[in-house]
């Protein structure tokens, strides 16, 4: 087995994720299925660059699920309310699993469930896509200042390299990269990231300024920009399966 790594042992390359999937995915004319897709922003885009492609996108938080219907309008793409540990999908009915993000918003008790469901409706030798956030770099040093996520991303890692090293997937492969995120200004940190509805964050005064103070070290008159350490994982169904 190929071995896995939490993070990367040295510095990686500043990309666009869609240069990453685009290249490992045959994403054209396949079905999809996005778990936790959030604002679905990588949902239109892919469904836009392949519109043969039908997509479902599913979303535990009820609020961005009903403004991800109220801003659908692409015909290859439905949005359904779910999340990873019951996938109301039929068994070997998805060519394409993609998580962006999203595996370490399961809940740490149900990660091994959600990959067993993954595994279920990805039809033999499917794919599944799975980005994640490494606990490393500037941007990572402010949000935990109230969201420390260490403990929940280190438990879906950990997910992952059971399911290869139990052999319910093959790992295809593990890719490093540095994925940019900038900020106008603190208020659009604090709308975007602070506000999200799917994490309910309530910041102390002093959380709130020690937040603040480290944002605006990082602000210039352009805005704040921040390289995100990301690790895909791209694991296979088993053919014989």
């Known amino acids: 087995m190929t071995a896995m790594r939490l993070a990367a042992s040295v510095d990686q390359r500043e990309v666009a994720e869609a240069s990453i999937y685009e290249a490992l995915l045959p994403l054209a004319h396949a079905r999809i299925l996005e778990l936790g897709c959030g604002r679905a922003e990588f949902t239109r885009a892919i469904a836009a660059h392949y519109p043969d492609a039908r997509i479902v996108a599913t979303e535990v938080d009820t609020i961005q699920h009903r ?37 370490h918003h399961v809940p740490v008790d149900l990660l091994d469930t959600a990959l067993a469901e993954i595994r279920r409706v990805l039809v033999p030798g499917g794919l599944a896509y799975v980005s994640e956030p490494v606990f490393a770099g500037a941007y990572n040093d402010i949000v935990r200042i109230f969201h420390d996520e260490q403990q929940v991303r280190l438990a879906a890692f950990d997910a992952l390299f059971r399911a290869v090293a139990e052999a319910r997937f093959d790992l295809v492969t593990e890719q490093f990269f540095l994925a940019p995120i900038s900020f106008a200004s603190f208020e659009e940190f604090e709308r975007r990231v602070i506000g999200v509805t799917h994490t309910r964050h309530c910041l102390t005064a002093a959380q709130h300024e020690a937040t603040r103070a480290a944002f605006a070290a990082h602000l210039r008159p352009d805005g704040a920009h921040f390289r995100q350490p990301m690790r895909v994982d791209v694991l296979r169904k088993p053919s014989s399966d």
């Not at 659908?72 to 999340?83: F, L």
């Open 67 to 103: 403004l991800n219907c109220d801003n659908g309008g692409q015909p290859n793409v439905r949005y359904v309310e779910a999340g990873a540990q019951a996938i109301p999908a039929d068994d070997a009915s998805v060519d394409i699993v993609l998580m962006f993000k999203s595996l």
